[in-house]
């Protein structure tokens, strides 16, 4: 049987699940073995590197630093820590807390943007990450593993049993040939919706390949509109946050006012009705905004890689245009980021082709003679001139549609080069 790393195709799936009351206990146990041995991985980490600093032979320091090294391990760990053998702990979660340290690390020497591991605190959201295992298998599918769907409803996961899903997944079960479940998360968000995440490998691809469309499509990202392509169209910025903002800040006012009595009155928060109900509430507005932006780039990122052959974009830093007080809140809104990661995978899973590129001058150029603005002179344009004529071709320009056609052509020349 083929490991997940030898598989060439790999799917995500995401779907919401409905534990039972004792169901929720397990994965809140689980959530919180997960974090304690993380943490505990943090630790040791942090106490090595003190002791190894010490260049003097103590045998203190070096029996402390042994001792350190063999609890890195699952099983050590829970011999030392009696409560982590409680029967409702899958073994594969504590596992999983230690790989993930590792692989933080590891993230952290190859790149050095995301920084070291750091403690987990404790919060309303839960997580944690087990394995789909085939024992005594020959061929791996999506029914016979210790993960398995017993029907498009329904899901078996080791220590909670069988789960309700939600979400059509007949297209998955009717699949021919192998298909293996890799890892699995399961999470709970702060407003108390639970998700299972399954990470799918096989030889054959998930989607049906798409025929050539010959179309090639440039795209600018702006506040005015979500998007204008090369080819004329714009679609409209939906501002998902703006609409739904007063509301949100009539909720969280009572929440800071229940928040403030509950402290004066010396209690715990956790244990406030009122205030657990109104977190619950402005957790549920929050969710309300992501879902339906999270909807909306979706279905515009499948559109566009449906449709065309090659789509280039502008390579956005979100961290960078955040800075810029006057616009954070516009931009956090319109979900760029998340966008273009959209548009990278799905490229990948439906075999066309998305090209970033360099954002400097797309704006500033004009299409047809090349003329930069702020050269020989002239003034450069601003977030206010929607629309300007070329000072040497004297063309009439709509900016955003100017900036998509140079970035379209940018796009093809990189293409060339490649």
Same mark, same amino acid.
């Given at each position: 049987?083929?490991?997940?790393?030898?598989?060439?195709?790999?799917?995500?799936?995401?779907?919401?699940?409905?534990?039972?009351?004792?169901?929720?206990?397990?994965?809140?146990?689980?959530?919180?073995?997960?974090?304690?041995?993380?943490?505990?991985?943090?630790?040791?980490?942090?106490?090595?590197?003190?002791?190894?600093?010490?260049?003097?032979?103590?045998?203190?320091?070096?029996?402390?630093?042994?001792?350190?090294?063999?609890?890195?391990?699952?099983?050590?760990?829970?011999?030392?820590?009696?409560?982590?053998?409680?029967?409702?702990?899958?073994?594969?979660?504590?596992?999983?807390?230690? !790989?993930?340290?590792?692989?933080?690390?590891?993230?952290?020497?190859?790149?050095?943007?995301?920084?070291?591991?750091?403690?987990?605190?404790?919060?309303?959201?839960?997580?944690?990450?087990?394995?789909?295992?085939?024992?005594?298998?020959?061929?791996?599918?999506?029914?016979?593993?210790?993960?398995?769907?017993?029907?498009?409803?329904?899901?078996?996961?080791?220590?909670?049993?069988?789960?309700?899903?939600?979400?059509?997944?007949?297209?998955?079960?009717?699949?021919?040939?192998?298909?293996?479940?890799?890892?699995?998360?399961?999470?709970?968000?702060?407003?108390?919706?639970?998700?299972?995440?399954?990470?799918?490998?096989?030889?054959?691809?998930?989607?049906?390949?798409?025929?050539?469309?010959?179309?090639?499509?440039?795209?600018?990202?702006?506040?005015?509109?979500?998007?204008?392509?090369?080819?004329?169209?714009?679609?409209?910025?939906?501002?998902?946050?703006?609409?739904?903002?007063?509301?949100?800040?009539?909720?969280?006012?009572?929440?800071?006012?229940?928040?403030?009595?509950?402290?004066?009155?010396?209690?715990?928060?956790?244990?406030?009705?009122?205030?657990?109900?109104?977190?619950?509430?402005?957790?549920?507005?929050?969710?309300?905004? *992501?879902?339906?932006?999270?909807? *909306?780039? !979706?279905?515009?990122?499948?559109?566009?890689?449906?449709?065309?052959?090659?789509?280039?974009?502008?390579?956005?830093?979100?961290?960078?245009?955040?800075?810029?007080?006057?616009?954070?809140?516009?931009?956090?809104?319109?979900?760029?980021?998340? *966008?273009?990661?959209?548009?990278?995978?799905?490229?990948?899973?439906?075999?066309?082709?998305?090209?970033?590129?360099?954002?400097?001058?797309?704006? !500033?150029?004009?299409?047809?003679?090349?003329?930069?603005?702020?050269?020989?002179?002239?003034?450069?344009?601003?977030?206010?001139?929607?629309?300007?004529?070329?000072?040497?071709?004297?063309?009439?320009?709509?900016?955003?549609?100017?900036?998509?056609?140079?970035?379209?052509?940018?796009?093809?020349?990189?293409?060339?080069?490649?």
């Amino acid at each position: 049987m083929k490991s997940m790393a030898q598989l060439e195709y790999h799917y995500g799936l995401k779907a919401r699940i409905y534990p039972s009351d004792y169901q929720k206990q397990i994965i809140k146990v689980n959530s919180d073995a997960s974090r304690f041995v993380h943490n505990e991985m943090v630790a040791i980490g942090k106490e090595l590197w003190q002791l190894n600093r010490i260049k003097l032979s103590i045998d203190t320091v070096q029996d402390r630093i042994q001792q350190l090294k063999l609890r890195q391990n699952a099983k050590q760990m829970s011999n030392h820590f009696q409560f982590l053998e409680d029967k409702r702990i899958d073994s594969l979660a504590k596992a999983n807390a230690i !790989q993930n340290y590792h692989k933080a690390w590891n993230a952290f020497r190859k790149v050095h943007e995301a920084g070291v591991p750091k403690f987990h605190r404790k919060s309303y959201a839960w997580r944690y990450q087990t394995n789909c295992q085939y024992p005594k298998q020959k061929t791996a599918r999506l029914d016979n593993g210790t993960v398995c769907f017993e029907d498009r409803k329904h899901i078996v996961v080791p220590k909670l049993g069988r789960l309700r899903i939600k979400g059509a997944q007949q297209r998955l079960l009717d699949r021919q040939g192998e298909t293996r479940i890799g890892t699995v998360t399961i999470s709970k968000d702060a407003a108390d919706r639970f998700f299972l995440s399954l990470q799918l490998g096989s030889d054959t691809p998930f989607v049906p390949k798409l025929s050539r469309t010959n179309r090639q499509i440039g795209i600018d990202l702006n506040t005015e509109n979500f998007l204008t392509a090369s080819d004329g169209r714009t679609i409209a910025n939906p501002r998902y946050y703006r609409t739904i903002k007063g509301k949100l800040a009539k909720a969280q006012r009572t929440l800071s006012r229940r928040q403030r009595r509950t402290k004066k009155e010396q209690r715990s928060l956790r244990e406030s009705k009122n205030y657990q109900k109104q977190r619950l509430l402005v957790a549920k507005i929050h969710a309300r905004v *992501f879902d339906r932006r999270h909807d *909306f780039l !979706q279905r515009t990122s499948t559109a566009l890689i449906k449709n065309q052959d090659l789509v280039v974009a502008e390579e956005l830093r979100s961290k960078n245009l955040l800075k810029n007080h006057a616009l954070a809140m516009s931009i956090s809104d319109v979900g760029w980021r998340s *966008f273009l990661g959209m548009l990278s995978y799905k490229a990948d899973l439906y075999d066309r082709q998305f090209i970033t590129v360099s954002p400097k001058n797309t704006t !500033q150029t004009c299409h047809d003679c090349g003329f930069v603005m702020g050269s020989d002179g002239t003034e450069k344009l601003t977030l206010a001139d929607r629309e300007w004529i070329c000072p040497q071709c004297h063309v009439h320009h709509i900016r955003d549609y100017n900036a998509a056609l140079n970035i379209l052509e940018k796009g093809l020349q990189k293409q060339q080069k490649a």
